[in-house]
C-alpha cells in the first residue's frame, strides 16, 4: 500500500508521490518563541515528527525544515512587559522549546532556521514580488511593504474563499493599504515604540519582516522553489499558509505540492493557547507524568482529530503505557523486529496513529497467550521505534529505563491487588476487599470502580 495523506489543500486523500524519487522535502512552521511551550504547542511538533520517522522507514531520504519565528509583534510586546530586550526572550523561549521538545524525543529536524537570520532572503522575495507587480511600498512614508492581494487571481485557493469574502488583516495599520485584505510583508521600524536592534536595513527604509514572508523564504532557502509537504497547525491555514502560498506562486515558486495540519488541542472545548489562559506548560505536566507517557498521550490520537485535554484521558493513556513496558521488561526484548502489515496499513493510511496503537495493543495481547511470544515482543519494538516510544532509546535519558521498569513493577503490583479484591469480593468478602483497597490508599493509590472494572491512580 502506497502512503497516502489528507491534503488539505484539495480536501482529498491523495497517493504521496515526491517531486524526487526516494527523497522527500518537508517544511513545518514552528513556534512564535514568546512564551513557555505548551501542550498544545507540542503537539504539532510531535506529530510532524512521527511523519518523518515514518517517511524514512519507508525509505525517503527526508529534508525536514521546521522553523522558529524570533521577531514578532507579540515577541516585542511581552519583552517590553518584561523589561528584557526582545532577543534575550526571544532566545530564553527557544531555549525551553528545545528542552519541551527533547522531553518528548522529538528528533531535531534536518536544520531549525530563525527569522532573524534570514532577513536578506526575505528582502529579495519582496524585491521579485514588486517587481512583478504583486507588492508595492506604502505611501504613507510608515515604510510598510504590502501584498497586493487583488493583483493575484488565485489569492484563497488553499482555504476555498472569495476575497470579497475575507475579514481585512489585522497585521499592520491600514492607512497605507490600496485594499485592508493586504497583508505586510515588511513593516517600517516605529522608532518611538520600538527598539533600535528590532529592525534591519532594507531598500523600504529600516524595520522587520512581516511574519508571512518568513517562511516563504526560508522554506525556499532550504528545499527550493518547489517541495513536496508544508505543514503546522490548523489553525495556521488561515492566513498564514494562504499568505505563504500566495507570495511564493506570485513569485514564481511553485511552493508545496501537499498541505497537511494538525488539529488543537482543547480545554473546554477552545483551543488551548496562552490568551485562553487554560494552557499547560510542558515543565508543569511532567512534574506528575514522563515525556514518554505524554507523548504516547498525543501519539494515540489521529493528528486531525481535535483532543480534549484532561488528566483522566492522560491517566488512561499512562497506565496503558505502562503495561506495554511491563510487556517489554518481561520479555527482555531489545532488537526491533518486523512491523505487523496491519500497522503499516495503519500508518500508510494518513498516519493512522489509532488504528497503528490498537494494532500495538493486539501484538501485546497475542504475545501473552503464546507459547512463544519472542517474535510478538520484536513487532512491538519495532512499532514503538516508528512512534517514537521505545523506552530504551537513549533519546529517553539515562533514568528512562529505570523509570519504566519502576512503573511497571507497581503497575504490576497493584494490579495483582486489585486482582485479589475481585476475587474477595465475588465471594462477598467484602471486609477482605477493603482491607486492600485502604491498603492501596495508605500507599497513595485511589481505587475507582467503573463499569469497566477498577481503575487506579496516584493521589
Keep these: 500500500m502506497t502512503f497516502r495523506l489528507y491534503d488539505t489543500a484539495t480536501r482529498e486523500v491523495r497517493d504521496f508521490v515526491p517531486l524526487e524519487e526516494g527523497k522527500a522535502g518537508v ?20 506529530n510532524f515528527d512521527v511523519l518523518q520517522r515514518w517517511l524514512r522507514h519507508l525509505g525517503y531520504d527526508v529534508t ?13 510586546i511581552k519583552a517590553a512587559e518584561q523589561g528584557r530586550p526582545w532577543y534575550n526572550l526571544a532566545y530564553a523561549m527557544h531555549r525551553e522549546l528545545d528542552q519541551a521538545y527533547a522531553a518528548l524525543n522529538v528528533a531535531p529536524p534536518t536544520y531549525e532556521p530563525g527569522a532573524t537570520g534570514h532577513i536578506p532572503e526575505m528582502v529579495e522575495l519582496i524585491g521579485e514580488l514588486i517587481a512583478r507587480g504583486h507588492a508595492y511600498p506604502a505611501d504613507d512614508g510608515s515604510g510598510d511593504v504590502y ?30 493599504k490600496r485594499d485592508p485584505r493586504d497583508f505586510a510583508l515588511w513593516k517600517g521600524h516605529k522608532k518611538e515604540t520600538e527598539p533600535a536592534t528590532a529592525a534591519w536595513p532594507s531598500p ?9 514572508i518568513e517562511c516563504s523564504a526560508m522554506a525556499g532557502k532550504y528545499l527550493g522553489p518547489a517541495f513536496d509537504i508544508h505543514g503546522g497547525g490548523v489553525d495556521l491555514r488561515f492566513p498564514h499558509h494562504e499568505n505563504e502560498q500566495a507570495q511564493a506562486r506570485a513569485a514564481g515558486r511553485p511552493f508545496a505540492s501537499y498541505w497537511m495540519h494538525n488539529a488543537w488541542i482543547t480545554t473546554s472545548g477552545e483551543k488551548m493557547s496562552k490568551s485562553l489562559g487554560n494552557s499547560l506548560t510542558i515543565p508543569n505536566v511532567l512534574k506528575d507524568y514522563r515525556g514518554i507517557e505524554l507523548r504516547f498521550y498525543l501519539v494515540a490520537a489521529h493528528y486531525r482529530s481535535h483532543v480534549e485535554f484532561s488528566f483522566e484521558a492522560l491517566d488512561e493513556a499512562a497506565v496503558g503505557f505502562r503495561r506495554i513496558e511491563n510487556f517489554l521488561e518481561r ?7 518486523d512491523l505487523p502489515q496491519a500497522f503499516v496499513d495503519a500508518m500508510n493510511d494518513d498516519l493512522g496513529t489509532p488504528a497503528a496503537v490498537a494494532v500495538l495493543f493486539d501484538t501485546v495481547r497475542d504475545a501473552n497467550r503464546s507459547d512463544d511470544p519472542q517474535a510478538q515482543a520484536a513487532a512491538v519494538v519495532a512499532m514503538l521505534d516508528v512512534l517514537g516510544l521505545n523506552p530504551a532509546d537513549p533519546a ?13 513493577a507497581v503497575d504490576a503490583l497493584v494490579a495483582g491487588l486489585l486482582e485479589q479484591r475481585n476475587r474477595a ?10 482491607a486492600i483497597r485502604d491498603q492501596l490508599k495508605a500507599a497513595g493509590i485511589e481505587v475507582e470502580d467503573t463499569p469497566n472494572g477498577p481503575k487506579w491512580s496516584i493521589d
Aim: charged share 25%.
Design 147 to 176: 501584498f497586493d492581494v487583488r493583483s493575484w487571481p488565485s489569492y484563497g485557493e488553499l482555504t476555498r474563499q472569495g476575497l470579497d469574502d475575507m475579514e481585512p488583516a489585522a497585521d499592520a495599520d491600514p492607512r497605507g
Design 396 to 408: 529517553w535519558g539515562a533514568t528512562a529505563g529505570s523509570d519504566a521498569r519502576l512503573t511497571a
Design 204 to 212: 523600504w527604509g529600516p524595520g522587520r519582516p512581516g511574519w508571512h
Design 331 to 337: 520479555h527482555g526484548v531489545a532488537e526491533a523486529g
Design 64 to 76: 525536514f525544515i521546521r522553523n522558529v519565528t524570533d521577531i514578532d509583534d507579540k515577541i516585542l
Design 425 to 434: 469480593r465475588a465471594t462477598k468478602d467484602f471486609a477482605a476487599a477493603d
Design 27 to 46: 517544511y513545518v512552521c514552528g513556534l512564535t518563541v514568546q512564551s513557555e511551550p505548551h501542550v498544545g504547542h507540542v503537539r504539532s511538533g510531535v
